[in-house]
């Protein structure tokens, strides 16, 4: 089982393709021959159409989908089961609703068989960080959207992961909303940089958030491009960034490689549609 916690999360997909049995018992390849380094401490932001298979690259970083082609690597680690060492924030919460603010938390060390009061201790000092410290007896039910993320991400960062994969984790947010977890999120990465693999479809986000962009194809998806984000951190307000000279030069660069690949996919959905109308 590997371990990300040993050598500093690099993530080295070689080769990888991964394919699912459909319900009607067809075989559909999600992502074919993806080529990627993610070097130790990087963010970095994977952007791509809809439904290309971007998530599937979490997935399998993470050692809940085998490759059904290829290699993926973690930390020099051949991923042959759940991989250690990494957290993962998903686009809904997956908080338990039966357990405190505070309890959920400390799920992580618990389940690392940390005591318990040691645990709910790094758990107060978590909720503090993110401003949460005052809420650690409430229910996730008694929380706005954007405080639940915030738990979502002290859940996750308590366990000092060495990778951190997250899943469109502020979607549901509103625009202001969004942009406050995207300044928290920063904040918190700039504490232990570790690794981060984000999956988005906001382009903005990507850039502002990231130090690479990857560009997923139409699916199945490969790796289409590589971009270099070289804004300095710390980046600042993500508002703000956006309006850097250079933020705009990358944009027009990214967005023009992504719109093919959207223009590609919608084409694609169009035309699928179209066939099974004429079918019916």
Known sequence: MPDASNSGGRVEFTGVTKRFVTPTGAAMT??????????PGTFCAVVGPTGCGKSTTLTLAAGLER???????????EVDGITKG??????TDALLPWKSVLANVALGPIFRRV??????????????TVGLNAFGNHYPH????????????AAALINKPSLLLMDEPFSALD???????????LRLWEKTRPTVLFVTHDLEE????ADQVVVMTAGPATVKAVYKIDLPRPRGDMQEVRFDPKFLDLYKQIWESLREEV??????????SSVKGVSQ
């Not at 990494?86 to 686009?91: D, H, P, R, T």
């Not at 990507?206 to 958030?209: F, M, T």
């Open 30 to 39: 999600a992502i074919r021959d993806v080529n990627l380094i993610v070097e």
């Open 67 to 77: 490759a059904s082609g290829g290699s993926v690597r973690v930390s020099g680690h």
């Open 86 to 91: 990494v957290s993962f924030v998903f686009q």
């Open 115 to 128: 005591d318990k009061h040691q645990a709910h201790a790094e758990a107060e000092i978590w909720l503090k």
């Open 142 to 153: 008694q929380l706005s959207g954007g405080m639940r993320k915030r738990v979502s991400l």
């Open 175 to 185: 625009v202001q909303t969004r942009a406050i977890m995207s300044n928290e999120l």
């Open 206 to 209: 990507a850039i502002g958030l």
């Open 263 to 272: 223009d590609r996919a919608y084409a694609r959905t169009t035309e699928i």
